[in-house]
Every structure is written in structure tokens, then in C-alpha cells.
């Protein structure tokens, strides 16, 4: 009798995952929010380089940056997204009125391991745009800096290759 007890309340005790869905769903929001107004804010600086024409601001420099910033900043969000949505799927119920989008297919997860694929890609996407950032910055004081920037690139281009190629293996595997 007891043991039935424990079991209904262990069975209940996976509800407290809600928790992590809810803040991750703010965390989301939060940082779509942040990199809209920085885009928002892209846009502002541009209408006023083109209309007041300042002298000291170089508009090219300003809006790469920022809109790669605010790209980082939705991919991070995305993340967040995607953990909130998988670990609701995993632990409290699925969405099915979702599953009639083609959509779905993105935020579905059956496993832990499925879910930490698709963070897994996306925060490697977060780390190339970070990286692109801060290539954007690099002020280059030798051939060799120029020669560790193409090499970085390099290996950034076989890692995404690598990925690409391990999920052509596992659709082959799936059919």
C-alpha cells in the first residue's frame, strides 16, 4: 500500500519539470525581445546615417556587428525554445494539436538524447556566429594572424561538415 502511494507520488513529482519549461519560455522571449530591439535599433542608426549623414559613424561596422549580435541572440533564444518545448514533451505531455504543423518536426523529441542533439546543433551555431562576431572585430597585425584566421575557419568548415555528414548517416540508419 504504501509502495503504491510512493509510486503516485514519484509519477506526480515529474510535474516540477514545468519549472524549467516556464523559465526557459521566459529566457526565450526575453532574449527575442532584446535582439528585436537590437535590430530595431539597427534600423534607427541607419535611417539616421542616411539622412543626417554623421561623419564619425561608419554604418557598415555598426549594422554588421549588431545584426550578427542580434542573430546570436535569436539562436540562443532558440535554444531556450527548444529545451522548454522538448523537456514539456519529455516529462509532462505531448503537444499534439502541434504535431499537425510541418513544424513540428523541429521542436518533436521522444529521448534525451534526441533532445541534446538538437540543442547540440544549435548551440554550435551559436559558437560559429559568436566566433564570426568576433572574427568581424580582429584587427590583423601580421600574416600570421591572417593565416590563424583562415585556419580557423578551416576547422570551423570541417566541424559543420563532420555534423552535416553525421545526420545524413542517421536519416540513412531511420529508413
Known amino acids: 500500500m ?34 528585436s530591439f537590437d535590430v530595431y535599433s539597427v534600423i534607427k ?14 554604418i557598415h561596422e555598426v549594422a554588421v556587428s549588431k545584426i550578427v549580435g542580434a542573430v546570436d541572440l535569436y ?9 522548454s518545448f522538448g523537456i514539456y514533451e519529455l516529462f509532462i505531455s505531448e ?3 502541434f504535431k499537425q504543423y510541418k513544424q513540428s518536426r523541429v521542436l518533436e523529441v521522444h529521448s534525451l ?19 564570426f562576431q568576433h572574427a568581424l572585430n580582429l584587427k590583423f597585425a601580421s600574416t600570421m594572424d591572417m593565416l590563424y584566421l583562415a585556419l580557423s575557419i578551416l576547422v570551423v568548415c570541417v566541424g559543420l561538415w563532420a555534423l552535416h555528414k553525421s545526420d545524413h548517416k542517421k536519416e540513412e540508419k531511420h529508413k
Open 2 to 35: 504504501i509502495e503504491k502511494y510512493f509510486e503516485k507520488l514519484l509519477i506526480k513529482s515529474r510535474l516540477i519539470t514545468i519549472l524549467p519549461v516556464i523559465f526557459g519560455l521566459i529566457g526565450a522571449f526575453v532574449l527575442f525581445f532584446i535582439a
Open 45 to 58: 542608426d541607419v535611417i539616421v546615417y542616411y539622412t543626417k549623414h554623421p561623419a564619425d559613424m561608419d
Open 75 to 83: 539562436l540562443m533564444a532558440l535554444v531556450f525554445y527548444i529545451f
Open 95 to 97: 503537444v499534439e494539436e
Open 113 to 131: 538524447d534526441e533532445l541534446k542533439d538538437k540543442l547540440g546543433k544549435v548551440i554550435i551555431m551559436v559558437l560559429i556566429v559568436n566566433f
